[in-house]
Nanobody
C-alpha cells in the first residue's frame, strides 16, 4: 500500500507560479512511475504530467501544459513535484498525484491516489 499526500496548492494570479509537492509513504516509491492529474467539477480527470520511476527518466506532458509545467521527483525524499509557471485561469482545478507501475497517461492505469490540492488562478 502507498499513501500519497499533495500540498502546495492555493491561489495564484495569471502568469504566476506554484509548486505542488506529493509525499509518498511507501519505501517502494522508487519503483513507481508518478503522475499528476487535474479535475474540475463535472469534467473527467485530465492527465497533466508523468515521470518514470527514476528522476532522470522519461517524462510526458499534456499539450496544454507543455513548456509551462515541469514534473520532477526526489526518490531519496519519496516526493514528486509539479512546478507550474505561466499559470492561466484554465489551469484552475483540483490537482492529484498518483502512482503506477507503468509510465502511462491513462488515469485508469494508476493504482494509488492522493486526496488532491486545489489550485485557483485568477485573471
Amino acid at each position: 500500500q502507498m499513501q500519497l499526500a499533495e500540498s502546495g496548492g492555493g491561489l495564484a494570479q495569471a502568469g504566476g507560479s506554484l509548486r505542488l509537492s506529493c509525499a509518498a509513504s511507501a519505501s517502494t516509491f522508487g519503483s513507481y512511475a508518478m503522475g499528476w492529474f487535474r479535475q474540475t467539477p463535472g469534467k473527467e480527470r485530465e492527465f497533466v504530467a508523468a515521470i518514470s520511476s527514476w528522476s532522470g527518466g522519461r517524462q510526458y506532458y499534456a499539450d496544454s501544459v507543455k513548456g509551462r509545467f515541469t514534473i520532477s521527483r526526489d526518490n531519496a525524499k519519496n516526493t514528486v513535484y509539479l512546478q507550474m509557471d505561466s499559470l492561466k485561469p484554465e489551469d484552475t482545478a483540483n490537482y492529484y498525484c498518483a502512482a503506477s507501475v507503468l509510465l502511462v497517461t491513462d488515469h485508469a492505469r494508476y493504482d494509488y491516489w492522493g486526496q488532491g490540492t486545489q489550485v485557483t488562478v485568477s485573471s
